[in-house]
Structures are given as C-alpha cells and as structure tokens.
C-alpha cells in the first residue's frame, strides 16, 4: 500500500508545475523587459536567489523536518507567482524571482530526501528509483497541460494566465499540510559549519560523486537554461498559440520515461541510461538548432523520451553516494552550483540571442553540454558502479 506522503507528494508535484505561463514565461518576461537578455535574467536572477539560499534551506530540512520545509516552500511559490502576476515593470519580475529561488531551494534536496526517508520508514528504500519516477512524472503531465491551456489563452490574454496560475500555488500549500513528518537521522553536531564540512568532504572524498556532481552541474545549469529559452526559438519558426502543443509533446513524453524509468534503468543500467540519454539529447538538439526548420521543435521535443529516465537514474546514483546525515544538505551544495552556473548561462544566452539568434544560441549550449557526455562516459568506466 502507498503510504499516504507518497500520494500527497505525487499531486502536490503536480499542482506545484501546473503553471499556465510557463510554456510563454520568455516571451512574457521578454515584453515587460524589452530584450532576451532581460528575459533570460529573471531565470537567472531565480536560479542565483535559489543558490543563495540552498545552503540554509538544506540544514534547515536536514535539522528540522522535511515536512516544515515543504510548507514554507509552497508559501513562497504563491507570493512569486502573485508578483509575476503584476507584472508590469521589470523590477516587479525581479522580486518575483528571488522569491521563487527561495521556494525552489526549500524543494531542492528536500522533496527527495522526503520520498527516501518515508521510503526507509516502510523498508522500501530498494524501491526509490521506481517511486521517484512515479511521483516526478506529474511534474510532467502538469506541464503538459498547462502548455496547451497557457500558449492559448495567451495569444488572448498574457493577465490571464498569470492570475489563473496562483490557484495551484494555493492548492500546494493545503496539501503541504497534510503530509505526515519523517524521522530524520540528524548530524549529532549542532554546529552548522560543521555540518556543511562534513557534507563538502564527502564530495572531496568520493571520486565518483564529484564527477557525478560536475556532470549534474552542467546539464542542470546549460539545459535548463535552454529549456527556459526554447519557446523564444519556438516562436521564431512557429505562432504563439502553437507553442504549447510541442512543449505539451516534450511534457508527455518526459511523463512516459519518468513512468517508466525505474523498469528501464533495472533492464539496462543507471550509467547506461544517463549515456543513452546523453547521445539522443545531444544530436538531435545539435540537428535542430543549427538547421532550424518548421520540424525542429518536434525534434527537440522527441528528447524528453530520455529525460525522466536520466533524471531518476542521475538522483538514484546520488542517494547512494549520500551520506544520511547530510542527505539534503549535500543535495543543496550540488543544487547551489549549479544554480549559480545556470545564471552564468541563462544571461550569455539571452546576449547571444540578442547579438546573433536565438537558434545560434541554443546550438551553442548544446555544443558545450558534450562535455556532460564525456563525465558520463568517465563515470561508466568506473567499475564499482
């Protein structure tokens, strides 16, 4: 039987991505702020608030409770949400921006260190890679149709969505309340230096987890960052009303790799899993970015196929590496780098969209996201894994 947190946690991930704008969010920031490069910097300036406090975030759920940090991250994401909303000028967005870093880093580490930690409670830890793919791929079926409804409405009324996107937030926060806390094992320390120390030395210790950390570093921050920026591009080949249904696309299939992720990496392999992904991702992406046709944003949207897979297989690796007094908190270091190289990436892009194109951009990024490959492949050599 599913304990109940698990179920919780599988709708609130879904309410908490069932964001209308976020299929239009560049195009949206990028006619309040007048440029790509502006637009590109509300992300930017999220990712490096959400760097900003990982660190704080991640002891505070590592010493307190996952559930209290769940909480206080959904009450960040209603008021973000409410500012992006506003609207307006661009320092409006900036603010809704910072608090939306603080909301994403109260989840950062924390929601699947919450999964781990219910997971042992019932002697199902073995079971993780299965139960994360589960409850991550709502995150995807929520995304999948708010594209559609978002790019829509949009081409009616950028408001409406913003407005419409709040009531989610609000439903987060009441599910929030339901979960039941799980037994932390705390650091016996209550010096919180020393609990970052002893959390920094397992990634100078254990070779495998650095690599892994600085792969994790560089598609976090590259691929998210492209990401955010496709619908720019999109737009350039495709009408704003039509946005949507490739995103849509990219969504379904990411929620069917998630979903079937676990059986996936058990038949093949986690590195195996995170090379194939890797290999797909980068050609086609490469193929559609610098031969940007009316199919491109099909082609881009095929990669997600492999994204739910990569995903579970990459955290599945971490967990194992973790330590469980420091879980969350080495999960928030690994999230502030990349965070903080998300902001570097997200700003070039813009200014290269800017200066150049948008597809000139992307192809771009994904030219430097080979080196990802290369760790991965590094990593698969690597017997013990």
Known sequence: MIHKNIKLLTWFNFFSDFKLYAPVAIIYFTRVSGSFALGMSVFSIAMVSSALFELPTGIFSDYIGRRKTI?????????????????GYYWILVIGAIIEGLSGSFYSGNNDAFLHDTLVEEKNEHQYDEFLGRVSK???????????????????????IMWLS???????????????????????????YNHIKNASIQFVKNYKLRLLSISSILTYGIGEACYQFQSA?????????????????????????????GRFIKKFGLIQAML????????????????????????????SLFFGV????????????????????MGSLNSLAGSLFFGIISLSIGLVADKISPAIALFSANIILLISLWLYWKIYKIKAI
């Open 71 to 87: 909480i206080l991250g959904a009450l960040a994401a209603v008021f973000c949400t409410i500012f992006y909303a506003i609207g």
């Open 138 to 160: 709502m995150f995807q079926v929520a995304l999948g149709i708010s594209a559609i409804l978002g790019s829509v409405l949009a081409s009616w009324s950028f408001s409406l």
């Open 166 to 192: 709040v009531i989610p937030q609000i439903i987060c926060v009441y599910l929030s309340f339901k979960m039941k806390d799980t037994k932390i094992k705390s650091s016996k320390t209550g010096n919180i």
């Open 233 to 261: 591009f999109y737009n350039t080949l495709w009408p704003l009303w039509s946005i949507g249904f490739a995103k849509s696309l990219s969504n379904i299939g990411a929620a069917i790799s998630f979903h079937y992720g």
């Open 276 to 303: 194939a992904s890797n290999i797909y991702n980068r050609t086609i992406n490469i193929i559609a970015t610098f031969f940007p046709t009316i199919i491109s944003p099909l082609l881009m949207a095929s990669s």
């Open 310 to 329: 990569s995903t579970v297989a990459k955290s599945t690796l971490f967990q194992k590496e973790f330590s469980n007094e420091q879980r969350a908190t």
